[in-house]
């Protein structure tokens, strides 16, 4: 099984801020590397895929880079409808999930 | 606008088998550029895919999931089922289903574009 480290675990920011949280494989997986965003009582959405293109409708502050085994999901300016919890997604092998990182109000 | 709903019990007895379906409307569950899957959540824990079925009735499985789960497709009804066999407390999850969007062709390009609201299903005596 690839396992995918998402970090950090949780982090606390305040409107406006840049935030980047990092996902990494245990293997190379190309750019087969997805991003969601979850709310509580909400079901995911789908913000990035195949680790740099934005899905139709998600605002452009949301951007992500990265390549193999290292990939990063950026908010440019952190807005009060992003607090959510983020999750990668890898599709190289199978599909498995990060663990999520919480973004909290800071 | 492509939307999906799950439906089915949400209390289940250990050792029993757990049983959803998925309603797909606004879109055919025939179209040739999607496929359709299932995930869960665990209780303050992160997201598990179970499996997939494309409309032809090809699937395909989380392999630690795989001997449990079967996935089907009813396209004169436009759904798509769950069913997850010998349950226990560990199966407690809210339950989602999901389109993939395969109009890449590229198999390894697997995300899930829609999903349905989700479903809380217990197990528990």
């Known amino acids: 099984d690839i396992q995918m480290t998402q970090s950090p675990s949780s982090l606390s920011a305040s409107v406006g801020d840049r935030v980047t949280i990092t996902c990494r494989a245990s293997q190379s997986i190309n750019n087969y590397l997805h991003w969601y965003q979850k709310k509580p009582g909400k079901a995911p959405q789908l913000l990035i895929k195949?680790?740099?293109r934005l899905q139709n409708g998600v605002p452009s502050r949301f951007s992500g880079s990265g390549s193999g085994t290292d990939f990063t999901l950026t908010i440019s300016s952190l807005q009060p409808e992003d607090f959510a919890t983020y999750y990668c997604?890898?599709?190289?092998?199978?599909?498995?999930f990060g663990g999520g990182t919480k973004v909290e109000i800071k | 606008q492509l939307q999906l709903q799950e439906s089915g019990p949400g209390l289940v007895k250990p050792s029993e088998t757990l049983s959803l379906t998925c309603t797909v409307s606004?879109?055919?569950?025939?179209?040739?550029?999607?496929?359709w899957g299932w995930i869960r959540q665990p209780p303050g824990k992160g997201l598990e895919w179970i499996g997939s079925?494309?409309?032809?009735?090809?699937?395909y499985y989380n392999p630690s999931l795989r001997s449990r789960v079967t996935i089907s497709v009813d396209t004169s009804k436009n759904q798509f089922s769950l069913k997850l066999s010998s349950v226990t407390a560990a199966d407690t999850a809210v339950y989602y289903c999901?389109?993939?969007?395969?109009?890449?062709?590229?198999?390894?390009?697997?995300?899930?574009?829609?999903w349905g609201q989700g479903t809380l299903v217990t197990v528990s005596s």
């Open positions: 999901a389109r993939r969007d395969w109009s890449d062709r590229i198999p390894s390009i697997y995300y899930f574009d829609y």
């Open positions: 079925v494309y409309y032809t009735g090809s699937t």
């Open positions: 997604q890898q599709s190289y092998s199978a599909l498995t």
């Open positions: 195949t680790a740099s």
């Open positions: 606004g879109g055919s569950i025939s179209s040739s550029d999607s496929y």
